[in-house]
């Protein structure tokens, strides 16, 4: 499974971005999907994470009732749309993957994104 994540960018306070995770080597609907994000010098903190059997999302504090995840297994991409930015979020964004359920956990993803750089200006 490889995944490409793209979408990042500078931003003001306030701004929405979208982030895309395009998979292949496996349908989409087989894998359960998360973000994390990670600043230099600290380990990735989960963002949010989305369940293939039972369509459970769970998300971070920090995120929750800004960020959404959404999929379109028809074109293999997971999106995480993030609105009311702040410059907290500022971090490079990397989407991951497995058939098991590892929730919030960084280590039970056994496929990970290149990362996407966001930048969020006050």
């Known amino acids: 499974v490889q995944l490409q994540a793209y979408g990042g960018g500078l931003v003001q306070a306030g701004d929405s971005l979208r982030l895309s995770c395009a998979a292949s080597?496996?349908?989409?609907?087989?894998?359960?999907m998360a973000w994390f994000r990670q600043l230099p010098g600290k380990d990735r903190d989960f963002v949010v994470a989305n369940s293939r059997h039972f369509g459970q999302t769970i998300y971070s504090d920090s995120v929750k009732g800004r960020f959404t995840l959404s999929r379109d297994n028809a074109k293999n991409t997971v999106y995480l749309q993030m609105n009311s930015l702040n410059p907290e979020d500022t971090a490079v964004y990397y989407c991951?993957?497995?058939?098991?359920?590892?929730?919030?956990?960084?280590?039970?993803?056994?496929?990970w994104g290149q990362g996407t750089q966001v930048t969020v200006s006050s």
């Open positions: 080597g496996q349908s989409l609907s087989s894998l359960n």
């Open positions: 991951a993957a497995d058939p098991q359920w590892a929730a919030r956990q960084a280590g039970g993803y056994r496929y």
